[in-house]
């Protein structure tokens, strides 16, 4: 088998498909994308490649790239044409691009090929992006907000807000954003996305914060990214151990609740020593969202633990999930 004069070996494809699944499975994105690439290369338009690829380099944050490929994917009809959509929406909002994704979602209710089972979510983003175009319009974001501003006004104002000091001398509004740090009735979610600014602004000084009942002091500069620290890694490779062969579709989605979870919660994590009992709980908290019984006396014997810890646990994953309802 040869391509431009090189010998290619049978099932080379395939395993540069293989291996690039592997690493991306495995967050080691550079690499899934430098396999898929190659994979990509000796057979251009396969969609299961494309897809993947796409995925690699949303999570390796080549966004540009990324919406290329997915938009001529659309274009193609390659793949499954929702599953396609949704990440090209994703990387769109990603980039910003809210402009498109209200011209995208228009034309799909227009043309009224919107299935059922997405109707509602994606008119949620479509009104989303409708409102982040009509601000960026009145200029709310480039007008001048003074330090009081930040921290007033409607939750979803409150991000926009925020996310525009990313660009701006954060000097004049540091004071209001420590504040919200140590404002233990503030939304979490603010206050994360209120941390990262800092962060990306390598504030060096130490920070007071206070949320979801916890406290602590913090260096802005020196902290993980929300998706890196060593709980959240553990607790989510913990569980695809468990449920990636065994239920793929309800493994993305409790991957997703971690991750919407640890957002919530960041910078706190609890104890790396309790990352088997999260887990379990995290396991057990989906199932019964699906329906299915949990039997947790059983779950409490196998980690040698008593069932109390897992009713502490799974209350406050409940909480989380109401935390998460309030964002509307």
């Known amino acids: 088998m040869k391509k431009d004069n090189v010998i290619l070996f049978p099932g080379l494809k395939e395993r540069l498909f293989r291996k690039g699944?592997?690493?991306?499975?495995?967050?080691?994105?550079?690499?899934?994308?430098?396999?898929?690439?190659?994979?990509?290369?000796?057979?251009?338009?396969?969609?299961?490649?494309?897809?993947?690829?796409?995925?690699?380099?949303?999570?390796?944050?080549?966004?540009?790239?990324?919406?290329?490929?997915?938009?001529?994917?659309?274009?193609?009809?390659?793949?499954?044409?929702?599953?396609?959509?949704?990440?090209?929406?994703?990387?769109?909002?990603?980039?910003?691009?809210?402009?498109?994704?209200?011209?995208?979602?228009?034309?799909?209710?227009?043309?009224?090929?919107?299935?059922?089972?997405?109707?509602?979510?994606?008119?949620?983003?479509?009104?989303?992006?409708?409102?982040?175009?009509?601000?960026?319009?009145?200029?709310?974001?480039?007008?001048?907000?003074?330090?009081?501003?930040?921290?007033?006004?409607?939750?979803?104002?409150?991000?926009?807000?925020?996310?525009?000091?990313?660009?701006?001398?954060?000097?004049?509004?540091?004071?209001?954003v420590v504040g919200l740090l140590k404002n233990g009735q503030a939304h979490p979610f603010l206050q994360t996305v209120a941390l990262n600014v800092l962060k990306e602004h390598h504030i060096e000084r130490t920070v007071e914060v206070r949320k979801l009942g916890f406290s602590g002091t913090f260096n802005p500069s020196t902290l993980p990214d929300v998706t890196e620290t060593p709980f959240f890694q553990s607790v989510q490779s913990e569980l695809e151990k468990e449920l990636e062969h065994e239920n793929p579709v309800l493994m993305r989605q409790v991957k997703e609740m971690i991750k919407r979870h640890q957002f919530l919660m960041f910078p706190f994590e609890p104890e790396y020593e309790k990352m088997m009992l999260w887990a379990a709980v995290y396991r057990g908290y989906s199932r019964m969202m699906y329906g299915e019984d949990w039997n947790k006396k059983k779950a409490a014997e196998k980690l040698g633990l008593e069932e109390t810890e897992l009713d502490e646990v799974l209350s406050f994953l409940e909480l989380l999930e109401q935390v998460s309802e309030q964002m509307g």
């Open 21 to 176: 699944i592997d690493s991306l499975e495995n967050h080691q994105y550079a690499d899934a994308v430098n396999l898929l690439q190659q994979a990509k290369e000796l057979s251009p338009e396969d969609p299961q490649i494309d897809k993947a690829l796409v995925i690699a380099l949303y999570e390796k944050g080549d966004y540009e790239e990324a919406k290329d490929i997915a938009k001529e994917m659309l274009l193609q009809g390659a793949g499954d044409y929702y599953e396609v959509f949704d990440l090209y929406l994703m990387i769109l909002i990603q980039l910003h691009l809210h402009d498109e994704v209200v011209h995208t979602l228009e034309t799909l209710f227009e043309e009224q090929h919107v299935p059922e089972d997405k109707r509602e979510h994606y008119q949620t983003l479509l009104n989303f992006s409708k409102k982040t175009v009509d601000n960026k319009k009145n200029d709310f974001v480039e007008k001048s907000v003074s330090a009081e501003e930040v921290t007033e006004g409607s939750f979803q104002e409150q991000i926009i807000k925020l996310g525009s000091l990313a660009d701006k001398n954060i000097q004049p509004y540091l004071e209001s």
